[in-house]
């Protein structure tokens, strides 16, 4: 079988594409650029147009997700950077392809041990909802952990009753693992059952090639 030609790339530190993973890469700066949008390594340079970003749709209300309101943003992009120099996350601004940030993502629960990374603390602006910015983020996102960090599984979770998030997911190819029960809380205090989804490796020639024909339709 043929390989699955890749339409999208990915730049460490400005030059080529990265060497064989070892556990500090996990966590090395990387800028994945892809036709319809771009993820740039998160700064606190970002703050201000994410704030502006986060305006479009107030999705800050929504009591099961953990959008930021705009005021927090600065805290927010501080504490995500707080834990990429703990170990534990990379973070990513999402840019449109007219290079504006819209958004947010990142790598979270890095586990070079294991092999295993979770793609989660997402949000975008609403004006690119439904648009191929998602499907463009999750095809250059998985590309990096199965491609260049050899990862054996991609986690995705969400809130039991965010229903758009899980049919999003869904969408992507990932299976549901499973739910985990009374997992965490909500923002507003109420109990949180957790949806847990995964991407594994033997998965991910079918599923890179699922998107990227999503990407041409």
Same mark, same amino acid.
């Given at each position: 079988?043929?390989?699955?030609?890749?339409?999208?790339?990915?730049?460490?530190?400005?030059?080529?594409?990265?060497?064989?993973?070892?556990?500090?890469?996990?966590?090395?700066?990387?800028?994945?650029?892809?036709?319809?949008?771009?993820?740039?390594?998160?700064?606190?340079?970002?703050?201000?147009?994410?704030?502006?970003?986060?305006?479009?749709?107030?999705?800050?209300?929504?009591?099961?997700?953990?959008?930021?309101?705009?005021?927090?943003?600065?805290?927010?992009?501080?504490?995500?950077?707080?834990?990429?120099?703990?170990?534990?996350?990379?973070?990513?601004?999402?840019?449109?392809?007219?290079?504006?940030?819209?958004?947010?993502?990142?790598?979270?629960?890095?586990?070079?041990?294991? *092999?295993?990374?979770? &793609?989660? %603390?997402? @949000?975008? +602006?609403?004006?690119? =909802?439904?648009?191929?910015?998602?499907? #463009?983020?999750?095809?250059?996102?998985?590309?990096?952990?199965?491609?260049?960090?050899?990862?054996?599984?991609?986690?995705?979770?969400?809130?039991?009753?965010?229903?758009?998030?899980?049919?999003?997911?869904?969408?992507?190819?990932?299976?549901?693992?499973?739910?985990?029960?009374?997992?965490?809380?909500?923002?507003?205090?109420?109990?949180?059952?957790?949806? *847990?989804?995964?991407? &594994?490796? %033997?998965? @991910?020639? +079918?599923?890179?090639? =699922?998107?990227?024909?999503?990407?041409? #339709?």
């Amino acid at each position: 079988m043929k390989p699955i030609q890749s339409q999208t790339q990915a730049i460490v530190d400005g030059s080529a594409p990265a060497p064989t993973a070892a556990s500090d890469d996990w966590l090395t700066p990387v800028t994945l650029s892809g036709q319809h949008a771009t993820l740039q390594p998160l700064t606190e340079a970002h703050a201000a147009a994410l704030a502006e970003a986060a305006v479009d749709g107030e999705l800050w209300k929504l009591w099961y997700t953990s959008v930021p309101a705009p005021a927090d943003m600065s805290a927010e992009v501080q504490r995500r950077l707080r834990l990429q120099s703990q170990g534990s996350m990379l973070p990513f601004a999402v840019l449109d392809d007219q290079h504006i940030p819209v958004g947010m993502t990142t790598f979270m629960n890095v586990d070079p041990a294991n *092999c295993r990374v979770e &793609i989660g %603390s997402t @949000w975008y +602006a609403q004006r690119v =909802h439904r648009t191929a910015l998602n499907t #463009q983020c999750k095809l250059l996102l998985m590309q990096h952990a199965f491609e260049t960090l050899d990862c054996i599984a991609v986690e995705f979770r969400t809130s039991f009753l965010n229903r758009a998030s899980r049919r999003a997911i869904e969408r992507l190819g990932a299976k549901l693992d499973g739910v985990l029960r009374n997992h965490q809380h909500h923002r507003d205090g109420s109990l949180r059952d957790t949806c *847990c989804y995964s991407v &594994i490796a %033997s998965e @991910w020639p +079918a599923v890179k090639a =699922h998107l990227e024909f999503c990407l041409v #339709q």
